[in-house]
């Protein structure tokens, strides 16, 4: 599995959670201040990893700032994008199971590496809902952004 990944700066878990990634066998896609030809700033950053993402270049996406929320609303300006600002591991599970999330926003700030284990656990052990209910939420996503 391909995952893009973006960070505004290397400061927190940003290269911890590229290396936990490559460490349980997934490929990156490193944009932000990962990248040593990239602009850095969150807007832009996470933009990239989302289009990874949407085009289909990546099959999920970690975008993180310093409190994760400007990444997950950048992220989520890119049609197709469902990014899930997570600060643990039960909000991961339920972004990925209720909201079929396919990009990850963390906290360079508040998120621990003890944390960050137990939100990556939960997120790619998770899986879409197959419910009527869950899955309709979801096409109305896709409604939303043709209108």
Request: charged residues 30%; aromatic residues 4%; hydrophobic residues 45%.
């Amino acid at each position: 599995m391909r995952i893009s990944v973006a960070a505004d700066e290397r400061v927190g878990v940003a290269d911890e959670v590229v290396r936990e990634l490559r460490r349980r066998g997934f490929d990156t896609v490193l944009h932000g201040a990962l990248s040593d030809s990239e602009r850095d700033d969150w807007a832009w950053a996470s933009e990239a990893a989302a289009r990874d993402v949407a085009e289909g270049r990546a099959d999920q996406g970690v975008v993180c700032c310093w409190t994760g929320t400007g990444a997950s609303i950048a992220a989520n300006k890119v049609d197709g994008v469902r990014a899930a600002l997570c600060a643990d591991a039960v909000t991961a599970s339920g972004a990925r199971k209720w909201n079929d999330a396919n990009v990850l926003a963390l906290s360079l700030r508040t998120t621990s590496s003890a944390e960050l284990g137990e939100i990556l656990d939960a997120w790619f052990d998770g899986a879409a809902s197959e419910g009527d209910d869950d899955r309709a939420n979801i096409a109305h996503l896709s409604e939303i952004e043709r209108d």
